[in-house]
């Protein structure tokens, strides 16, 4: 087993006055030639929007872009047509393939709102863009894990689809209890982000904000020392 420890406090910044963002892997004006990604995940962005503040119409082309609220609501709007609210709870899909543009934007005149933006590149290029969302009950996410994207051919009825072999999970777990992760796929890696709490990986410890990547094994085991919310990205490799 092999892995990567990524401290809160290694991650690339940003501060906009409307916008703060910590940066996983290189982004914007953060590069580092040592956090181009991992694996097929390229970008972790972990943004703060302040109240009637938000992203202007910009293109993307040829990225899965997943989007999950941590609180907040996220105002929506595309070149698809598409005009909605995300929330927490809910997570949002697109796939760029040949094109398309989009707006982000807080409508909230006094809350803030703070959501995880991820990029994996697809397996395949040149696709029909489209956009999905859904809700789902966090209650199936009590000290399990709960699958919410998947690769599009997959036996996951309820995860939302991308054109790559990936999976997001989501999880919250109570204290005191030992956790086996078992990969889809051996050839795979997951990236561990930490969103509060702190748990255990070999000898590696993670708290809130955190993150390790683990490859080269069938299962990870993960020791929640304190009650723990935590998203895990499996994606392939190479």
Do not use: C
């Not at 290694?10 to 580092?32: C, E, I, V």
């Not at 995940?41 to 989007?67: A, C, W, Y």
């Not at 966090?138 to 994207?149: I, L, P, S, W």
């Not at 051996?186 to 809130?208: K, M, P």
Request: aromatic residues 8%; hydrophobic residues 35%.
């Amino acid at each position: 087993m092999k892995t990567i420890y990524h401290k809160a406090n290694s991650r690339g910044k940003a501060d906009h006055g409307w916008l703060k963002s910590h940066h996983s892997f290189s982004f914007a004006s953060y590069q580092n030639p040592d956090r181009m990604g991992f694996g097929q995940l390229r970008v972790l962005n972990d943004d703060i929007v302040k109240p009637k503040m938000g992203f202007g119409t910009h293109p993307h082309q040829n990225m899965e872009i997943i989007s999950i609220p941590l609180s907040g609501a996220l105002s929506h709007k595309d070149s698809m047509d598409n005009k909605r609210a995300i929330t927490v709870g809910e997570v949002q899909v697109m796939s760029a393939g040949t094109g398309l543009q989009h707006s982000e934007f807080n409508d909230s005149r006094t809350e803030e709102v703070n959501f995880l933006q991820l990029w994996i590149q697809p397996q395949e290029l040149g696709v029909a863009p489209r956009y999905e969302q859904k809700e789902f009950d966090q209650k199936n996410r009590e000290n399990k894990f709960q699958t919410v994207v998947a690769p599009k051919d997959n036996s996951i009825d309820d995860a939302l689809w991308i054109h790559q072999q990936a999976y997001i999970s989501l999880g919250n777990f109570d204290a005191s209890q030992t956790i086996n992760f078992k990969l889809n796929d051996a050839s795979h890696g997951i990236y561990i982000f930490v969103l509060e709490g702190e748990i255990e990986v070999g000898d590696q410890t993670l708290e809130t904000k955190d993150a390790l990547g683990v490859w080269e094994t069938e299962n990870v085991a993960i020791n929640v020392k304190e009650n723990s919310k935590m998203v895990v990205i499996e994606v392939p490799m190479n």
